[in-house]
């Protein structure tokens, strides 16, 4: 279902007019919430608290690559819209660790990024690399929950859904979507990590893996 992807840095604008069906009305949102959408080469999956007392959104960001095992694991953090902090763990073949710090009036009050073990500080464009991709993601987030786009996530095993608080969930594949899961089930005696978009437009795959997602889901209190 191409309404949940996101293949390109300019869709987010026609992201927003497809999933809220171009309307003005925005549905009342929870302080915690997860979406997700398939990018260039992998899926994203994203996490989300709001604090309206301070005024700051966190953002828990997961990209997954459909080939390899670089897998970007990072956090943000915005106060007033304007991002404060950026956390990023990088494994695979280009492991990396990246942290960079924002004073109020938005300049870096540290940044730094480690690679086995030599650290390197930012160049300039890199640091502009960080903050448009923070500013996008918020820009996308904001667009997958007004067009009401959740994340789901459970174990598959035996042709039974096991959603991550344990209830058995009947979930709206379509057929080639259910093909992909049981063509890797077959390939594995465990059970499978799926990961899955639920919009009024309808229900998307988005991964699955060898891997128990359940174990590392981020709660509300985590943020």
Same mark, same amino acid.
Do not use: M
């Given at each position: 279902m191409? +309404? +949940? /992807?996101?293949?390109? =840095?300019?869709?987010?604008?026609? +992201?927003?007019? !497809?999933?809220? /069906?171009?309307?003005? %009305?925005?549905?009342?949102?929870?302080? =915690? /919430?997860?979406?997700?959408?398939?990018?260039?080469?992998?899926?994203?999956r994203i996490w989300r608290k709001d604090d309206t007392n301070r005024h700051?959104?966190?953002l828990f960001s997961v990209y997954s690559p459909?080939?390899?095992?670089?897998?970007?694991?990072?956090?943000?953090?915005?106060?007033?819209?304007? !991002?404060?902090? !950026? %956390?990023?763990?990088?494994?695979?073949?280009?492991?990396?660790?990246?942290?960079?710090r924002f004073d109020a009036e938005g300049n870096p009050s540290f940044m730094q990024r480690q690679r086995q073990q030599r650290?390197?500080?930012?160049?300039n464009d890199q640091l502009?690399?960080?903050? =448009?991709?923070?500013r996008r993601l918020l820009d996308i987030s904001n667009s997958l929950r007004v067009g009401q786009v959740r994340l789901a996530q459970g174990q598959w095993r035996d042709g039974v859904m096991t959603l991550c608080d344990g209830t058995i969930s009947n979930v709206g594949f379509d057929r080639? @979507?259910?093909?992909r899961i049981v063509s890797r089930a077959g390939h594995s005696s465990a059970a499978l990590g799926v990961a899955w978009l639920e919009a009024p437009e309808g229900t998307q795959?988005?991964?699955? @893996?060898?891997?128990?997602?359940?174990?590392?889901?981020?709660?509300?209190?985590? =943020?």
């Open positions: 191409p +309404l +949940l /992807s996101l293949r390109r =840095f300019g869709a987010a604008g026609i +992201l927003i007019c !497809i999933l809220a /069906s171009c309307s003005s %009305t925005v549905p009342e949102t929870p302080s =915690f /919430s997860a979406s997700g959408y398939i990018a260039e080469g992998g899926a994203v700051s959104v966190n459909f080939k390899g095992d670089d897998t970007q694991v990072t956090r943000y953090r915005f106060v007033n819209g304007e !991002i404060r902090q !950026i %956390t990023r763990s990088q494994t695979g073949s280009n492991s990396q660790n990246v942290e960079i650290r390197e500080k930012l160049d502009a690399l960080y903050q =448009f991709e923070a080639r @979507a259910t093909s795959l988005l991964l699955v @893996a060898n891997d128990n997602f359940c174990h590392w889901q981020p709660r509300e209190d985590d =943020f």
